[in-house]
C-alpha cells in the first residue's frame, strides 16, 4: 500500500460546480497535510494547509482532515477553467525527519466551460 | 513572501558532463529539498539538508550528490549525466518551527543528450 494515495483521475467538472479532490494516507501518526496544485510545466505551488481534524476554508478551497479515516479531501467550489492543474497531496508522515513530505501521485482535474 | 530560486530554467547537457543544478532560497530556511518529477512517476527525493554541510539521502539518490556551504543555497550535482536523468529537477525549502510547508522553485528541464 502506498502511504499516500489519491484518486487516480482525471476528474472533469463544469465550470461552476465543485471539485471534489481525495486522499488517504497510510501512517496514523501524520501530522501535517498539504494540497499543492501544479499547472502544465511549471512547480508546484502551495494552496492549502491543514494539521487539525476538521475544515478549513480559504475562499474558493476547503480542505479536510478526518484522521480517524485518515483521508484528507480539497474541495473547489465555483470551480474555473483556471483551476484546470493537476494537484497533490503532500502528507508529512509520522516520525519522519526535518520536515520530509510524502507526496501524492497527483490528480489531474479539467474544468471545461 | 518566500523566494526560491534555480540557477537554469532549461538546461542540455551530454553524457558523461558533470552538471551542477543551484537552488537559492531567501527566508533563511533551515530545510532544503531536491527532487526530480517524472511522468507516471510523481515527485522523487533525491536528497535533502536540514543544515549547513548537514544532508541525508532520498529515495533515490543513486547518480547524484549535493552540496550545501550557506544556509540559503543547496547544489545538486549529477557527477556523470546519463540519458536517464533527463527530468525536471524540483528544489524546495522549508521551515522547521512552522507546519512543514514547503515552497518549490520554478523547476529546471534538464535534458541528457
Known amino acids: 500500500q502506498k502511504e499516500v494515495e489519491q484518486n487516480s483521475g482525471p476528474l472533469s467538472v463544469p465550470e461552476g460546480a465543485i471539485a471534489s479532490l481525495n486522499c488517504t494516507y497510510s501512517?496514523?501518526?501524520?501530522?501535517?497535510f498539504f494540497w499543492y496544485r501544479q499547472y502544465s510545466g511549471k512547480s508546484p505551488e502551495l494552496i492549502m494547509f491543514?494539521?487539525?481534524?476538521g475544515d478549513k476554508e480559504d475562499g474558493r478551497f476547503t480542505a479536510q482532515l478526518n484522521k480517524a479515516s485518515q483521508y484528507v479531501s480539497l474541495l473547489i467550489r465555483d470551480s474555473q477553467p483556471s483551476d484546470s492543474a493537476t494537484y497533490l497531496c503532500a502528507v508529512k508522515i509520522g516520525g519522519t525527519s526535518y520536515g520530509k513530505l510524502t507526496f501524492g501521485q497527483g490528480t489531474i482535474l479539467t474544468v471545461h466551460p | 513572501d518566500v523566494k526560491v530560486t534555480q540557477s537554469s530554467r532549461y538546461l542540455v547537457k551530454r553524457t558523461g558532463e558533470k552538471v551542477f543544478l543551484e537552488c537559492v532560497q531567501d527566508?533563511?530556511?533551515?530545510?532544503m529539498f531536491w527532487y526530480r518529477q517524472d511522468p507516471g512517476l510523481g515527485l522523487r527525493l533525491i536528497y535533502f539538508?536540514?543544515?549547513?554541510?548537514?544532508?541525508e539521502k532520498g529515495d533515490i539518490p543513486e547518480g547524484y550528490s549535493v552540496s550545501r556551504e550557506k544556509k540559503e543555497r543547496f547544489s545538486l550535482i549529477l557527477e556523470s549525466a546519463s540519458t536517464n536523468q533527463t527530468s525536471m529537477y524540483l528544489c524546495a525549502s522549508s521551515l522547521v518551527p512552522k507546519g512543514n510547508e514547503q515552497y518549490f522553485g520554478p523547476g529546471t528541464r534538464l535534458t541528457v543528450t
Open positions: 527566508m533563511d530556511h533551515e530545510n
Open positions: 491543514i494539521y487539525s481534524n
Open positions: 539538508s536540514y543544515d549547513v554541510k548537514m544532508k
Open positions: 501512517d496514523r501518526g501524520s501530522q501535517s
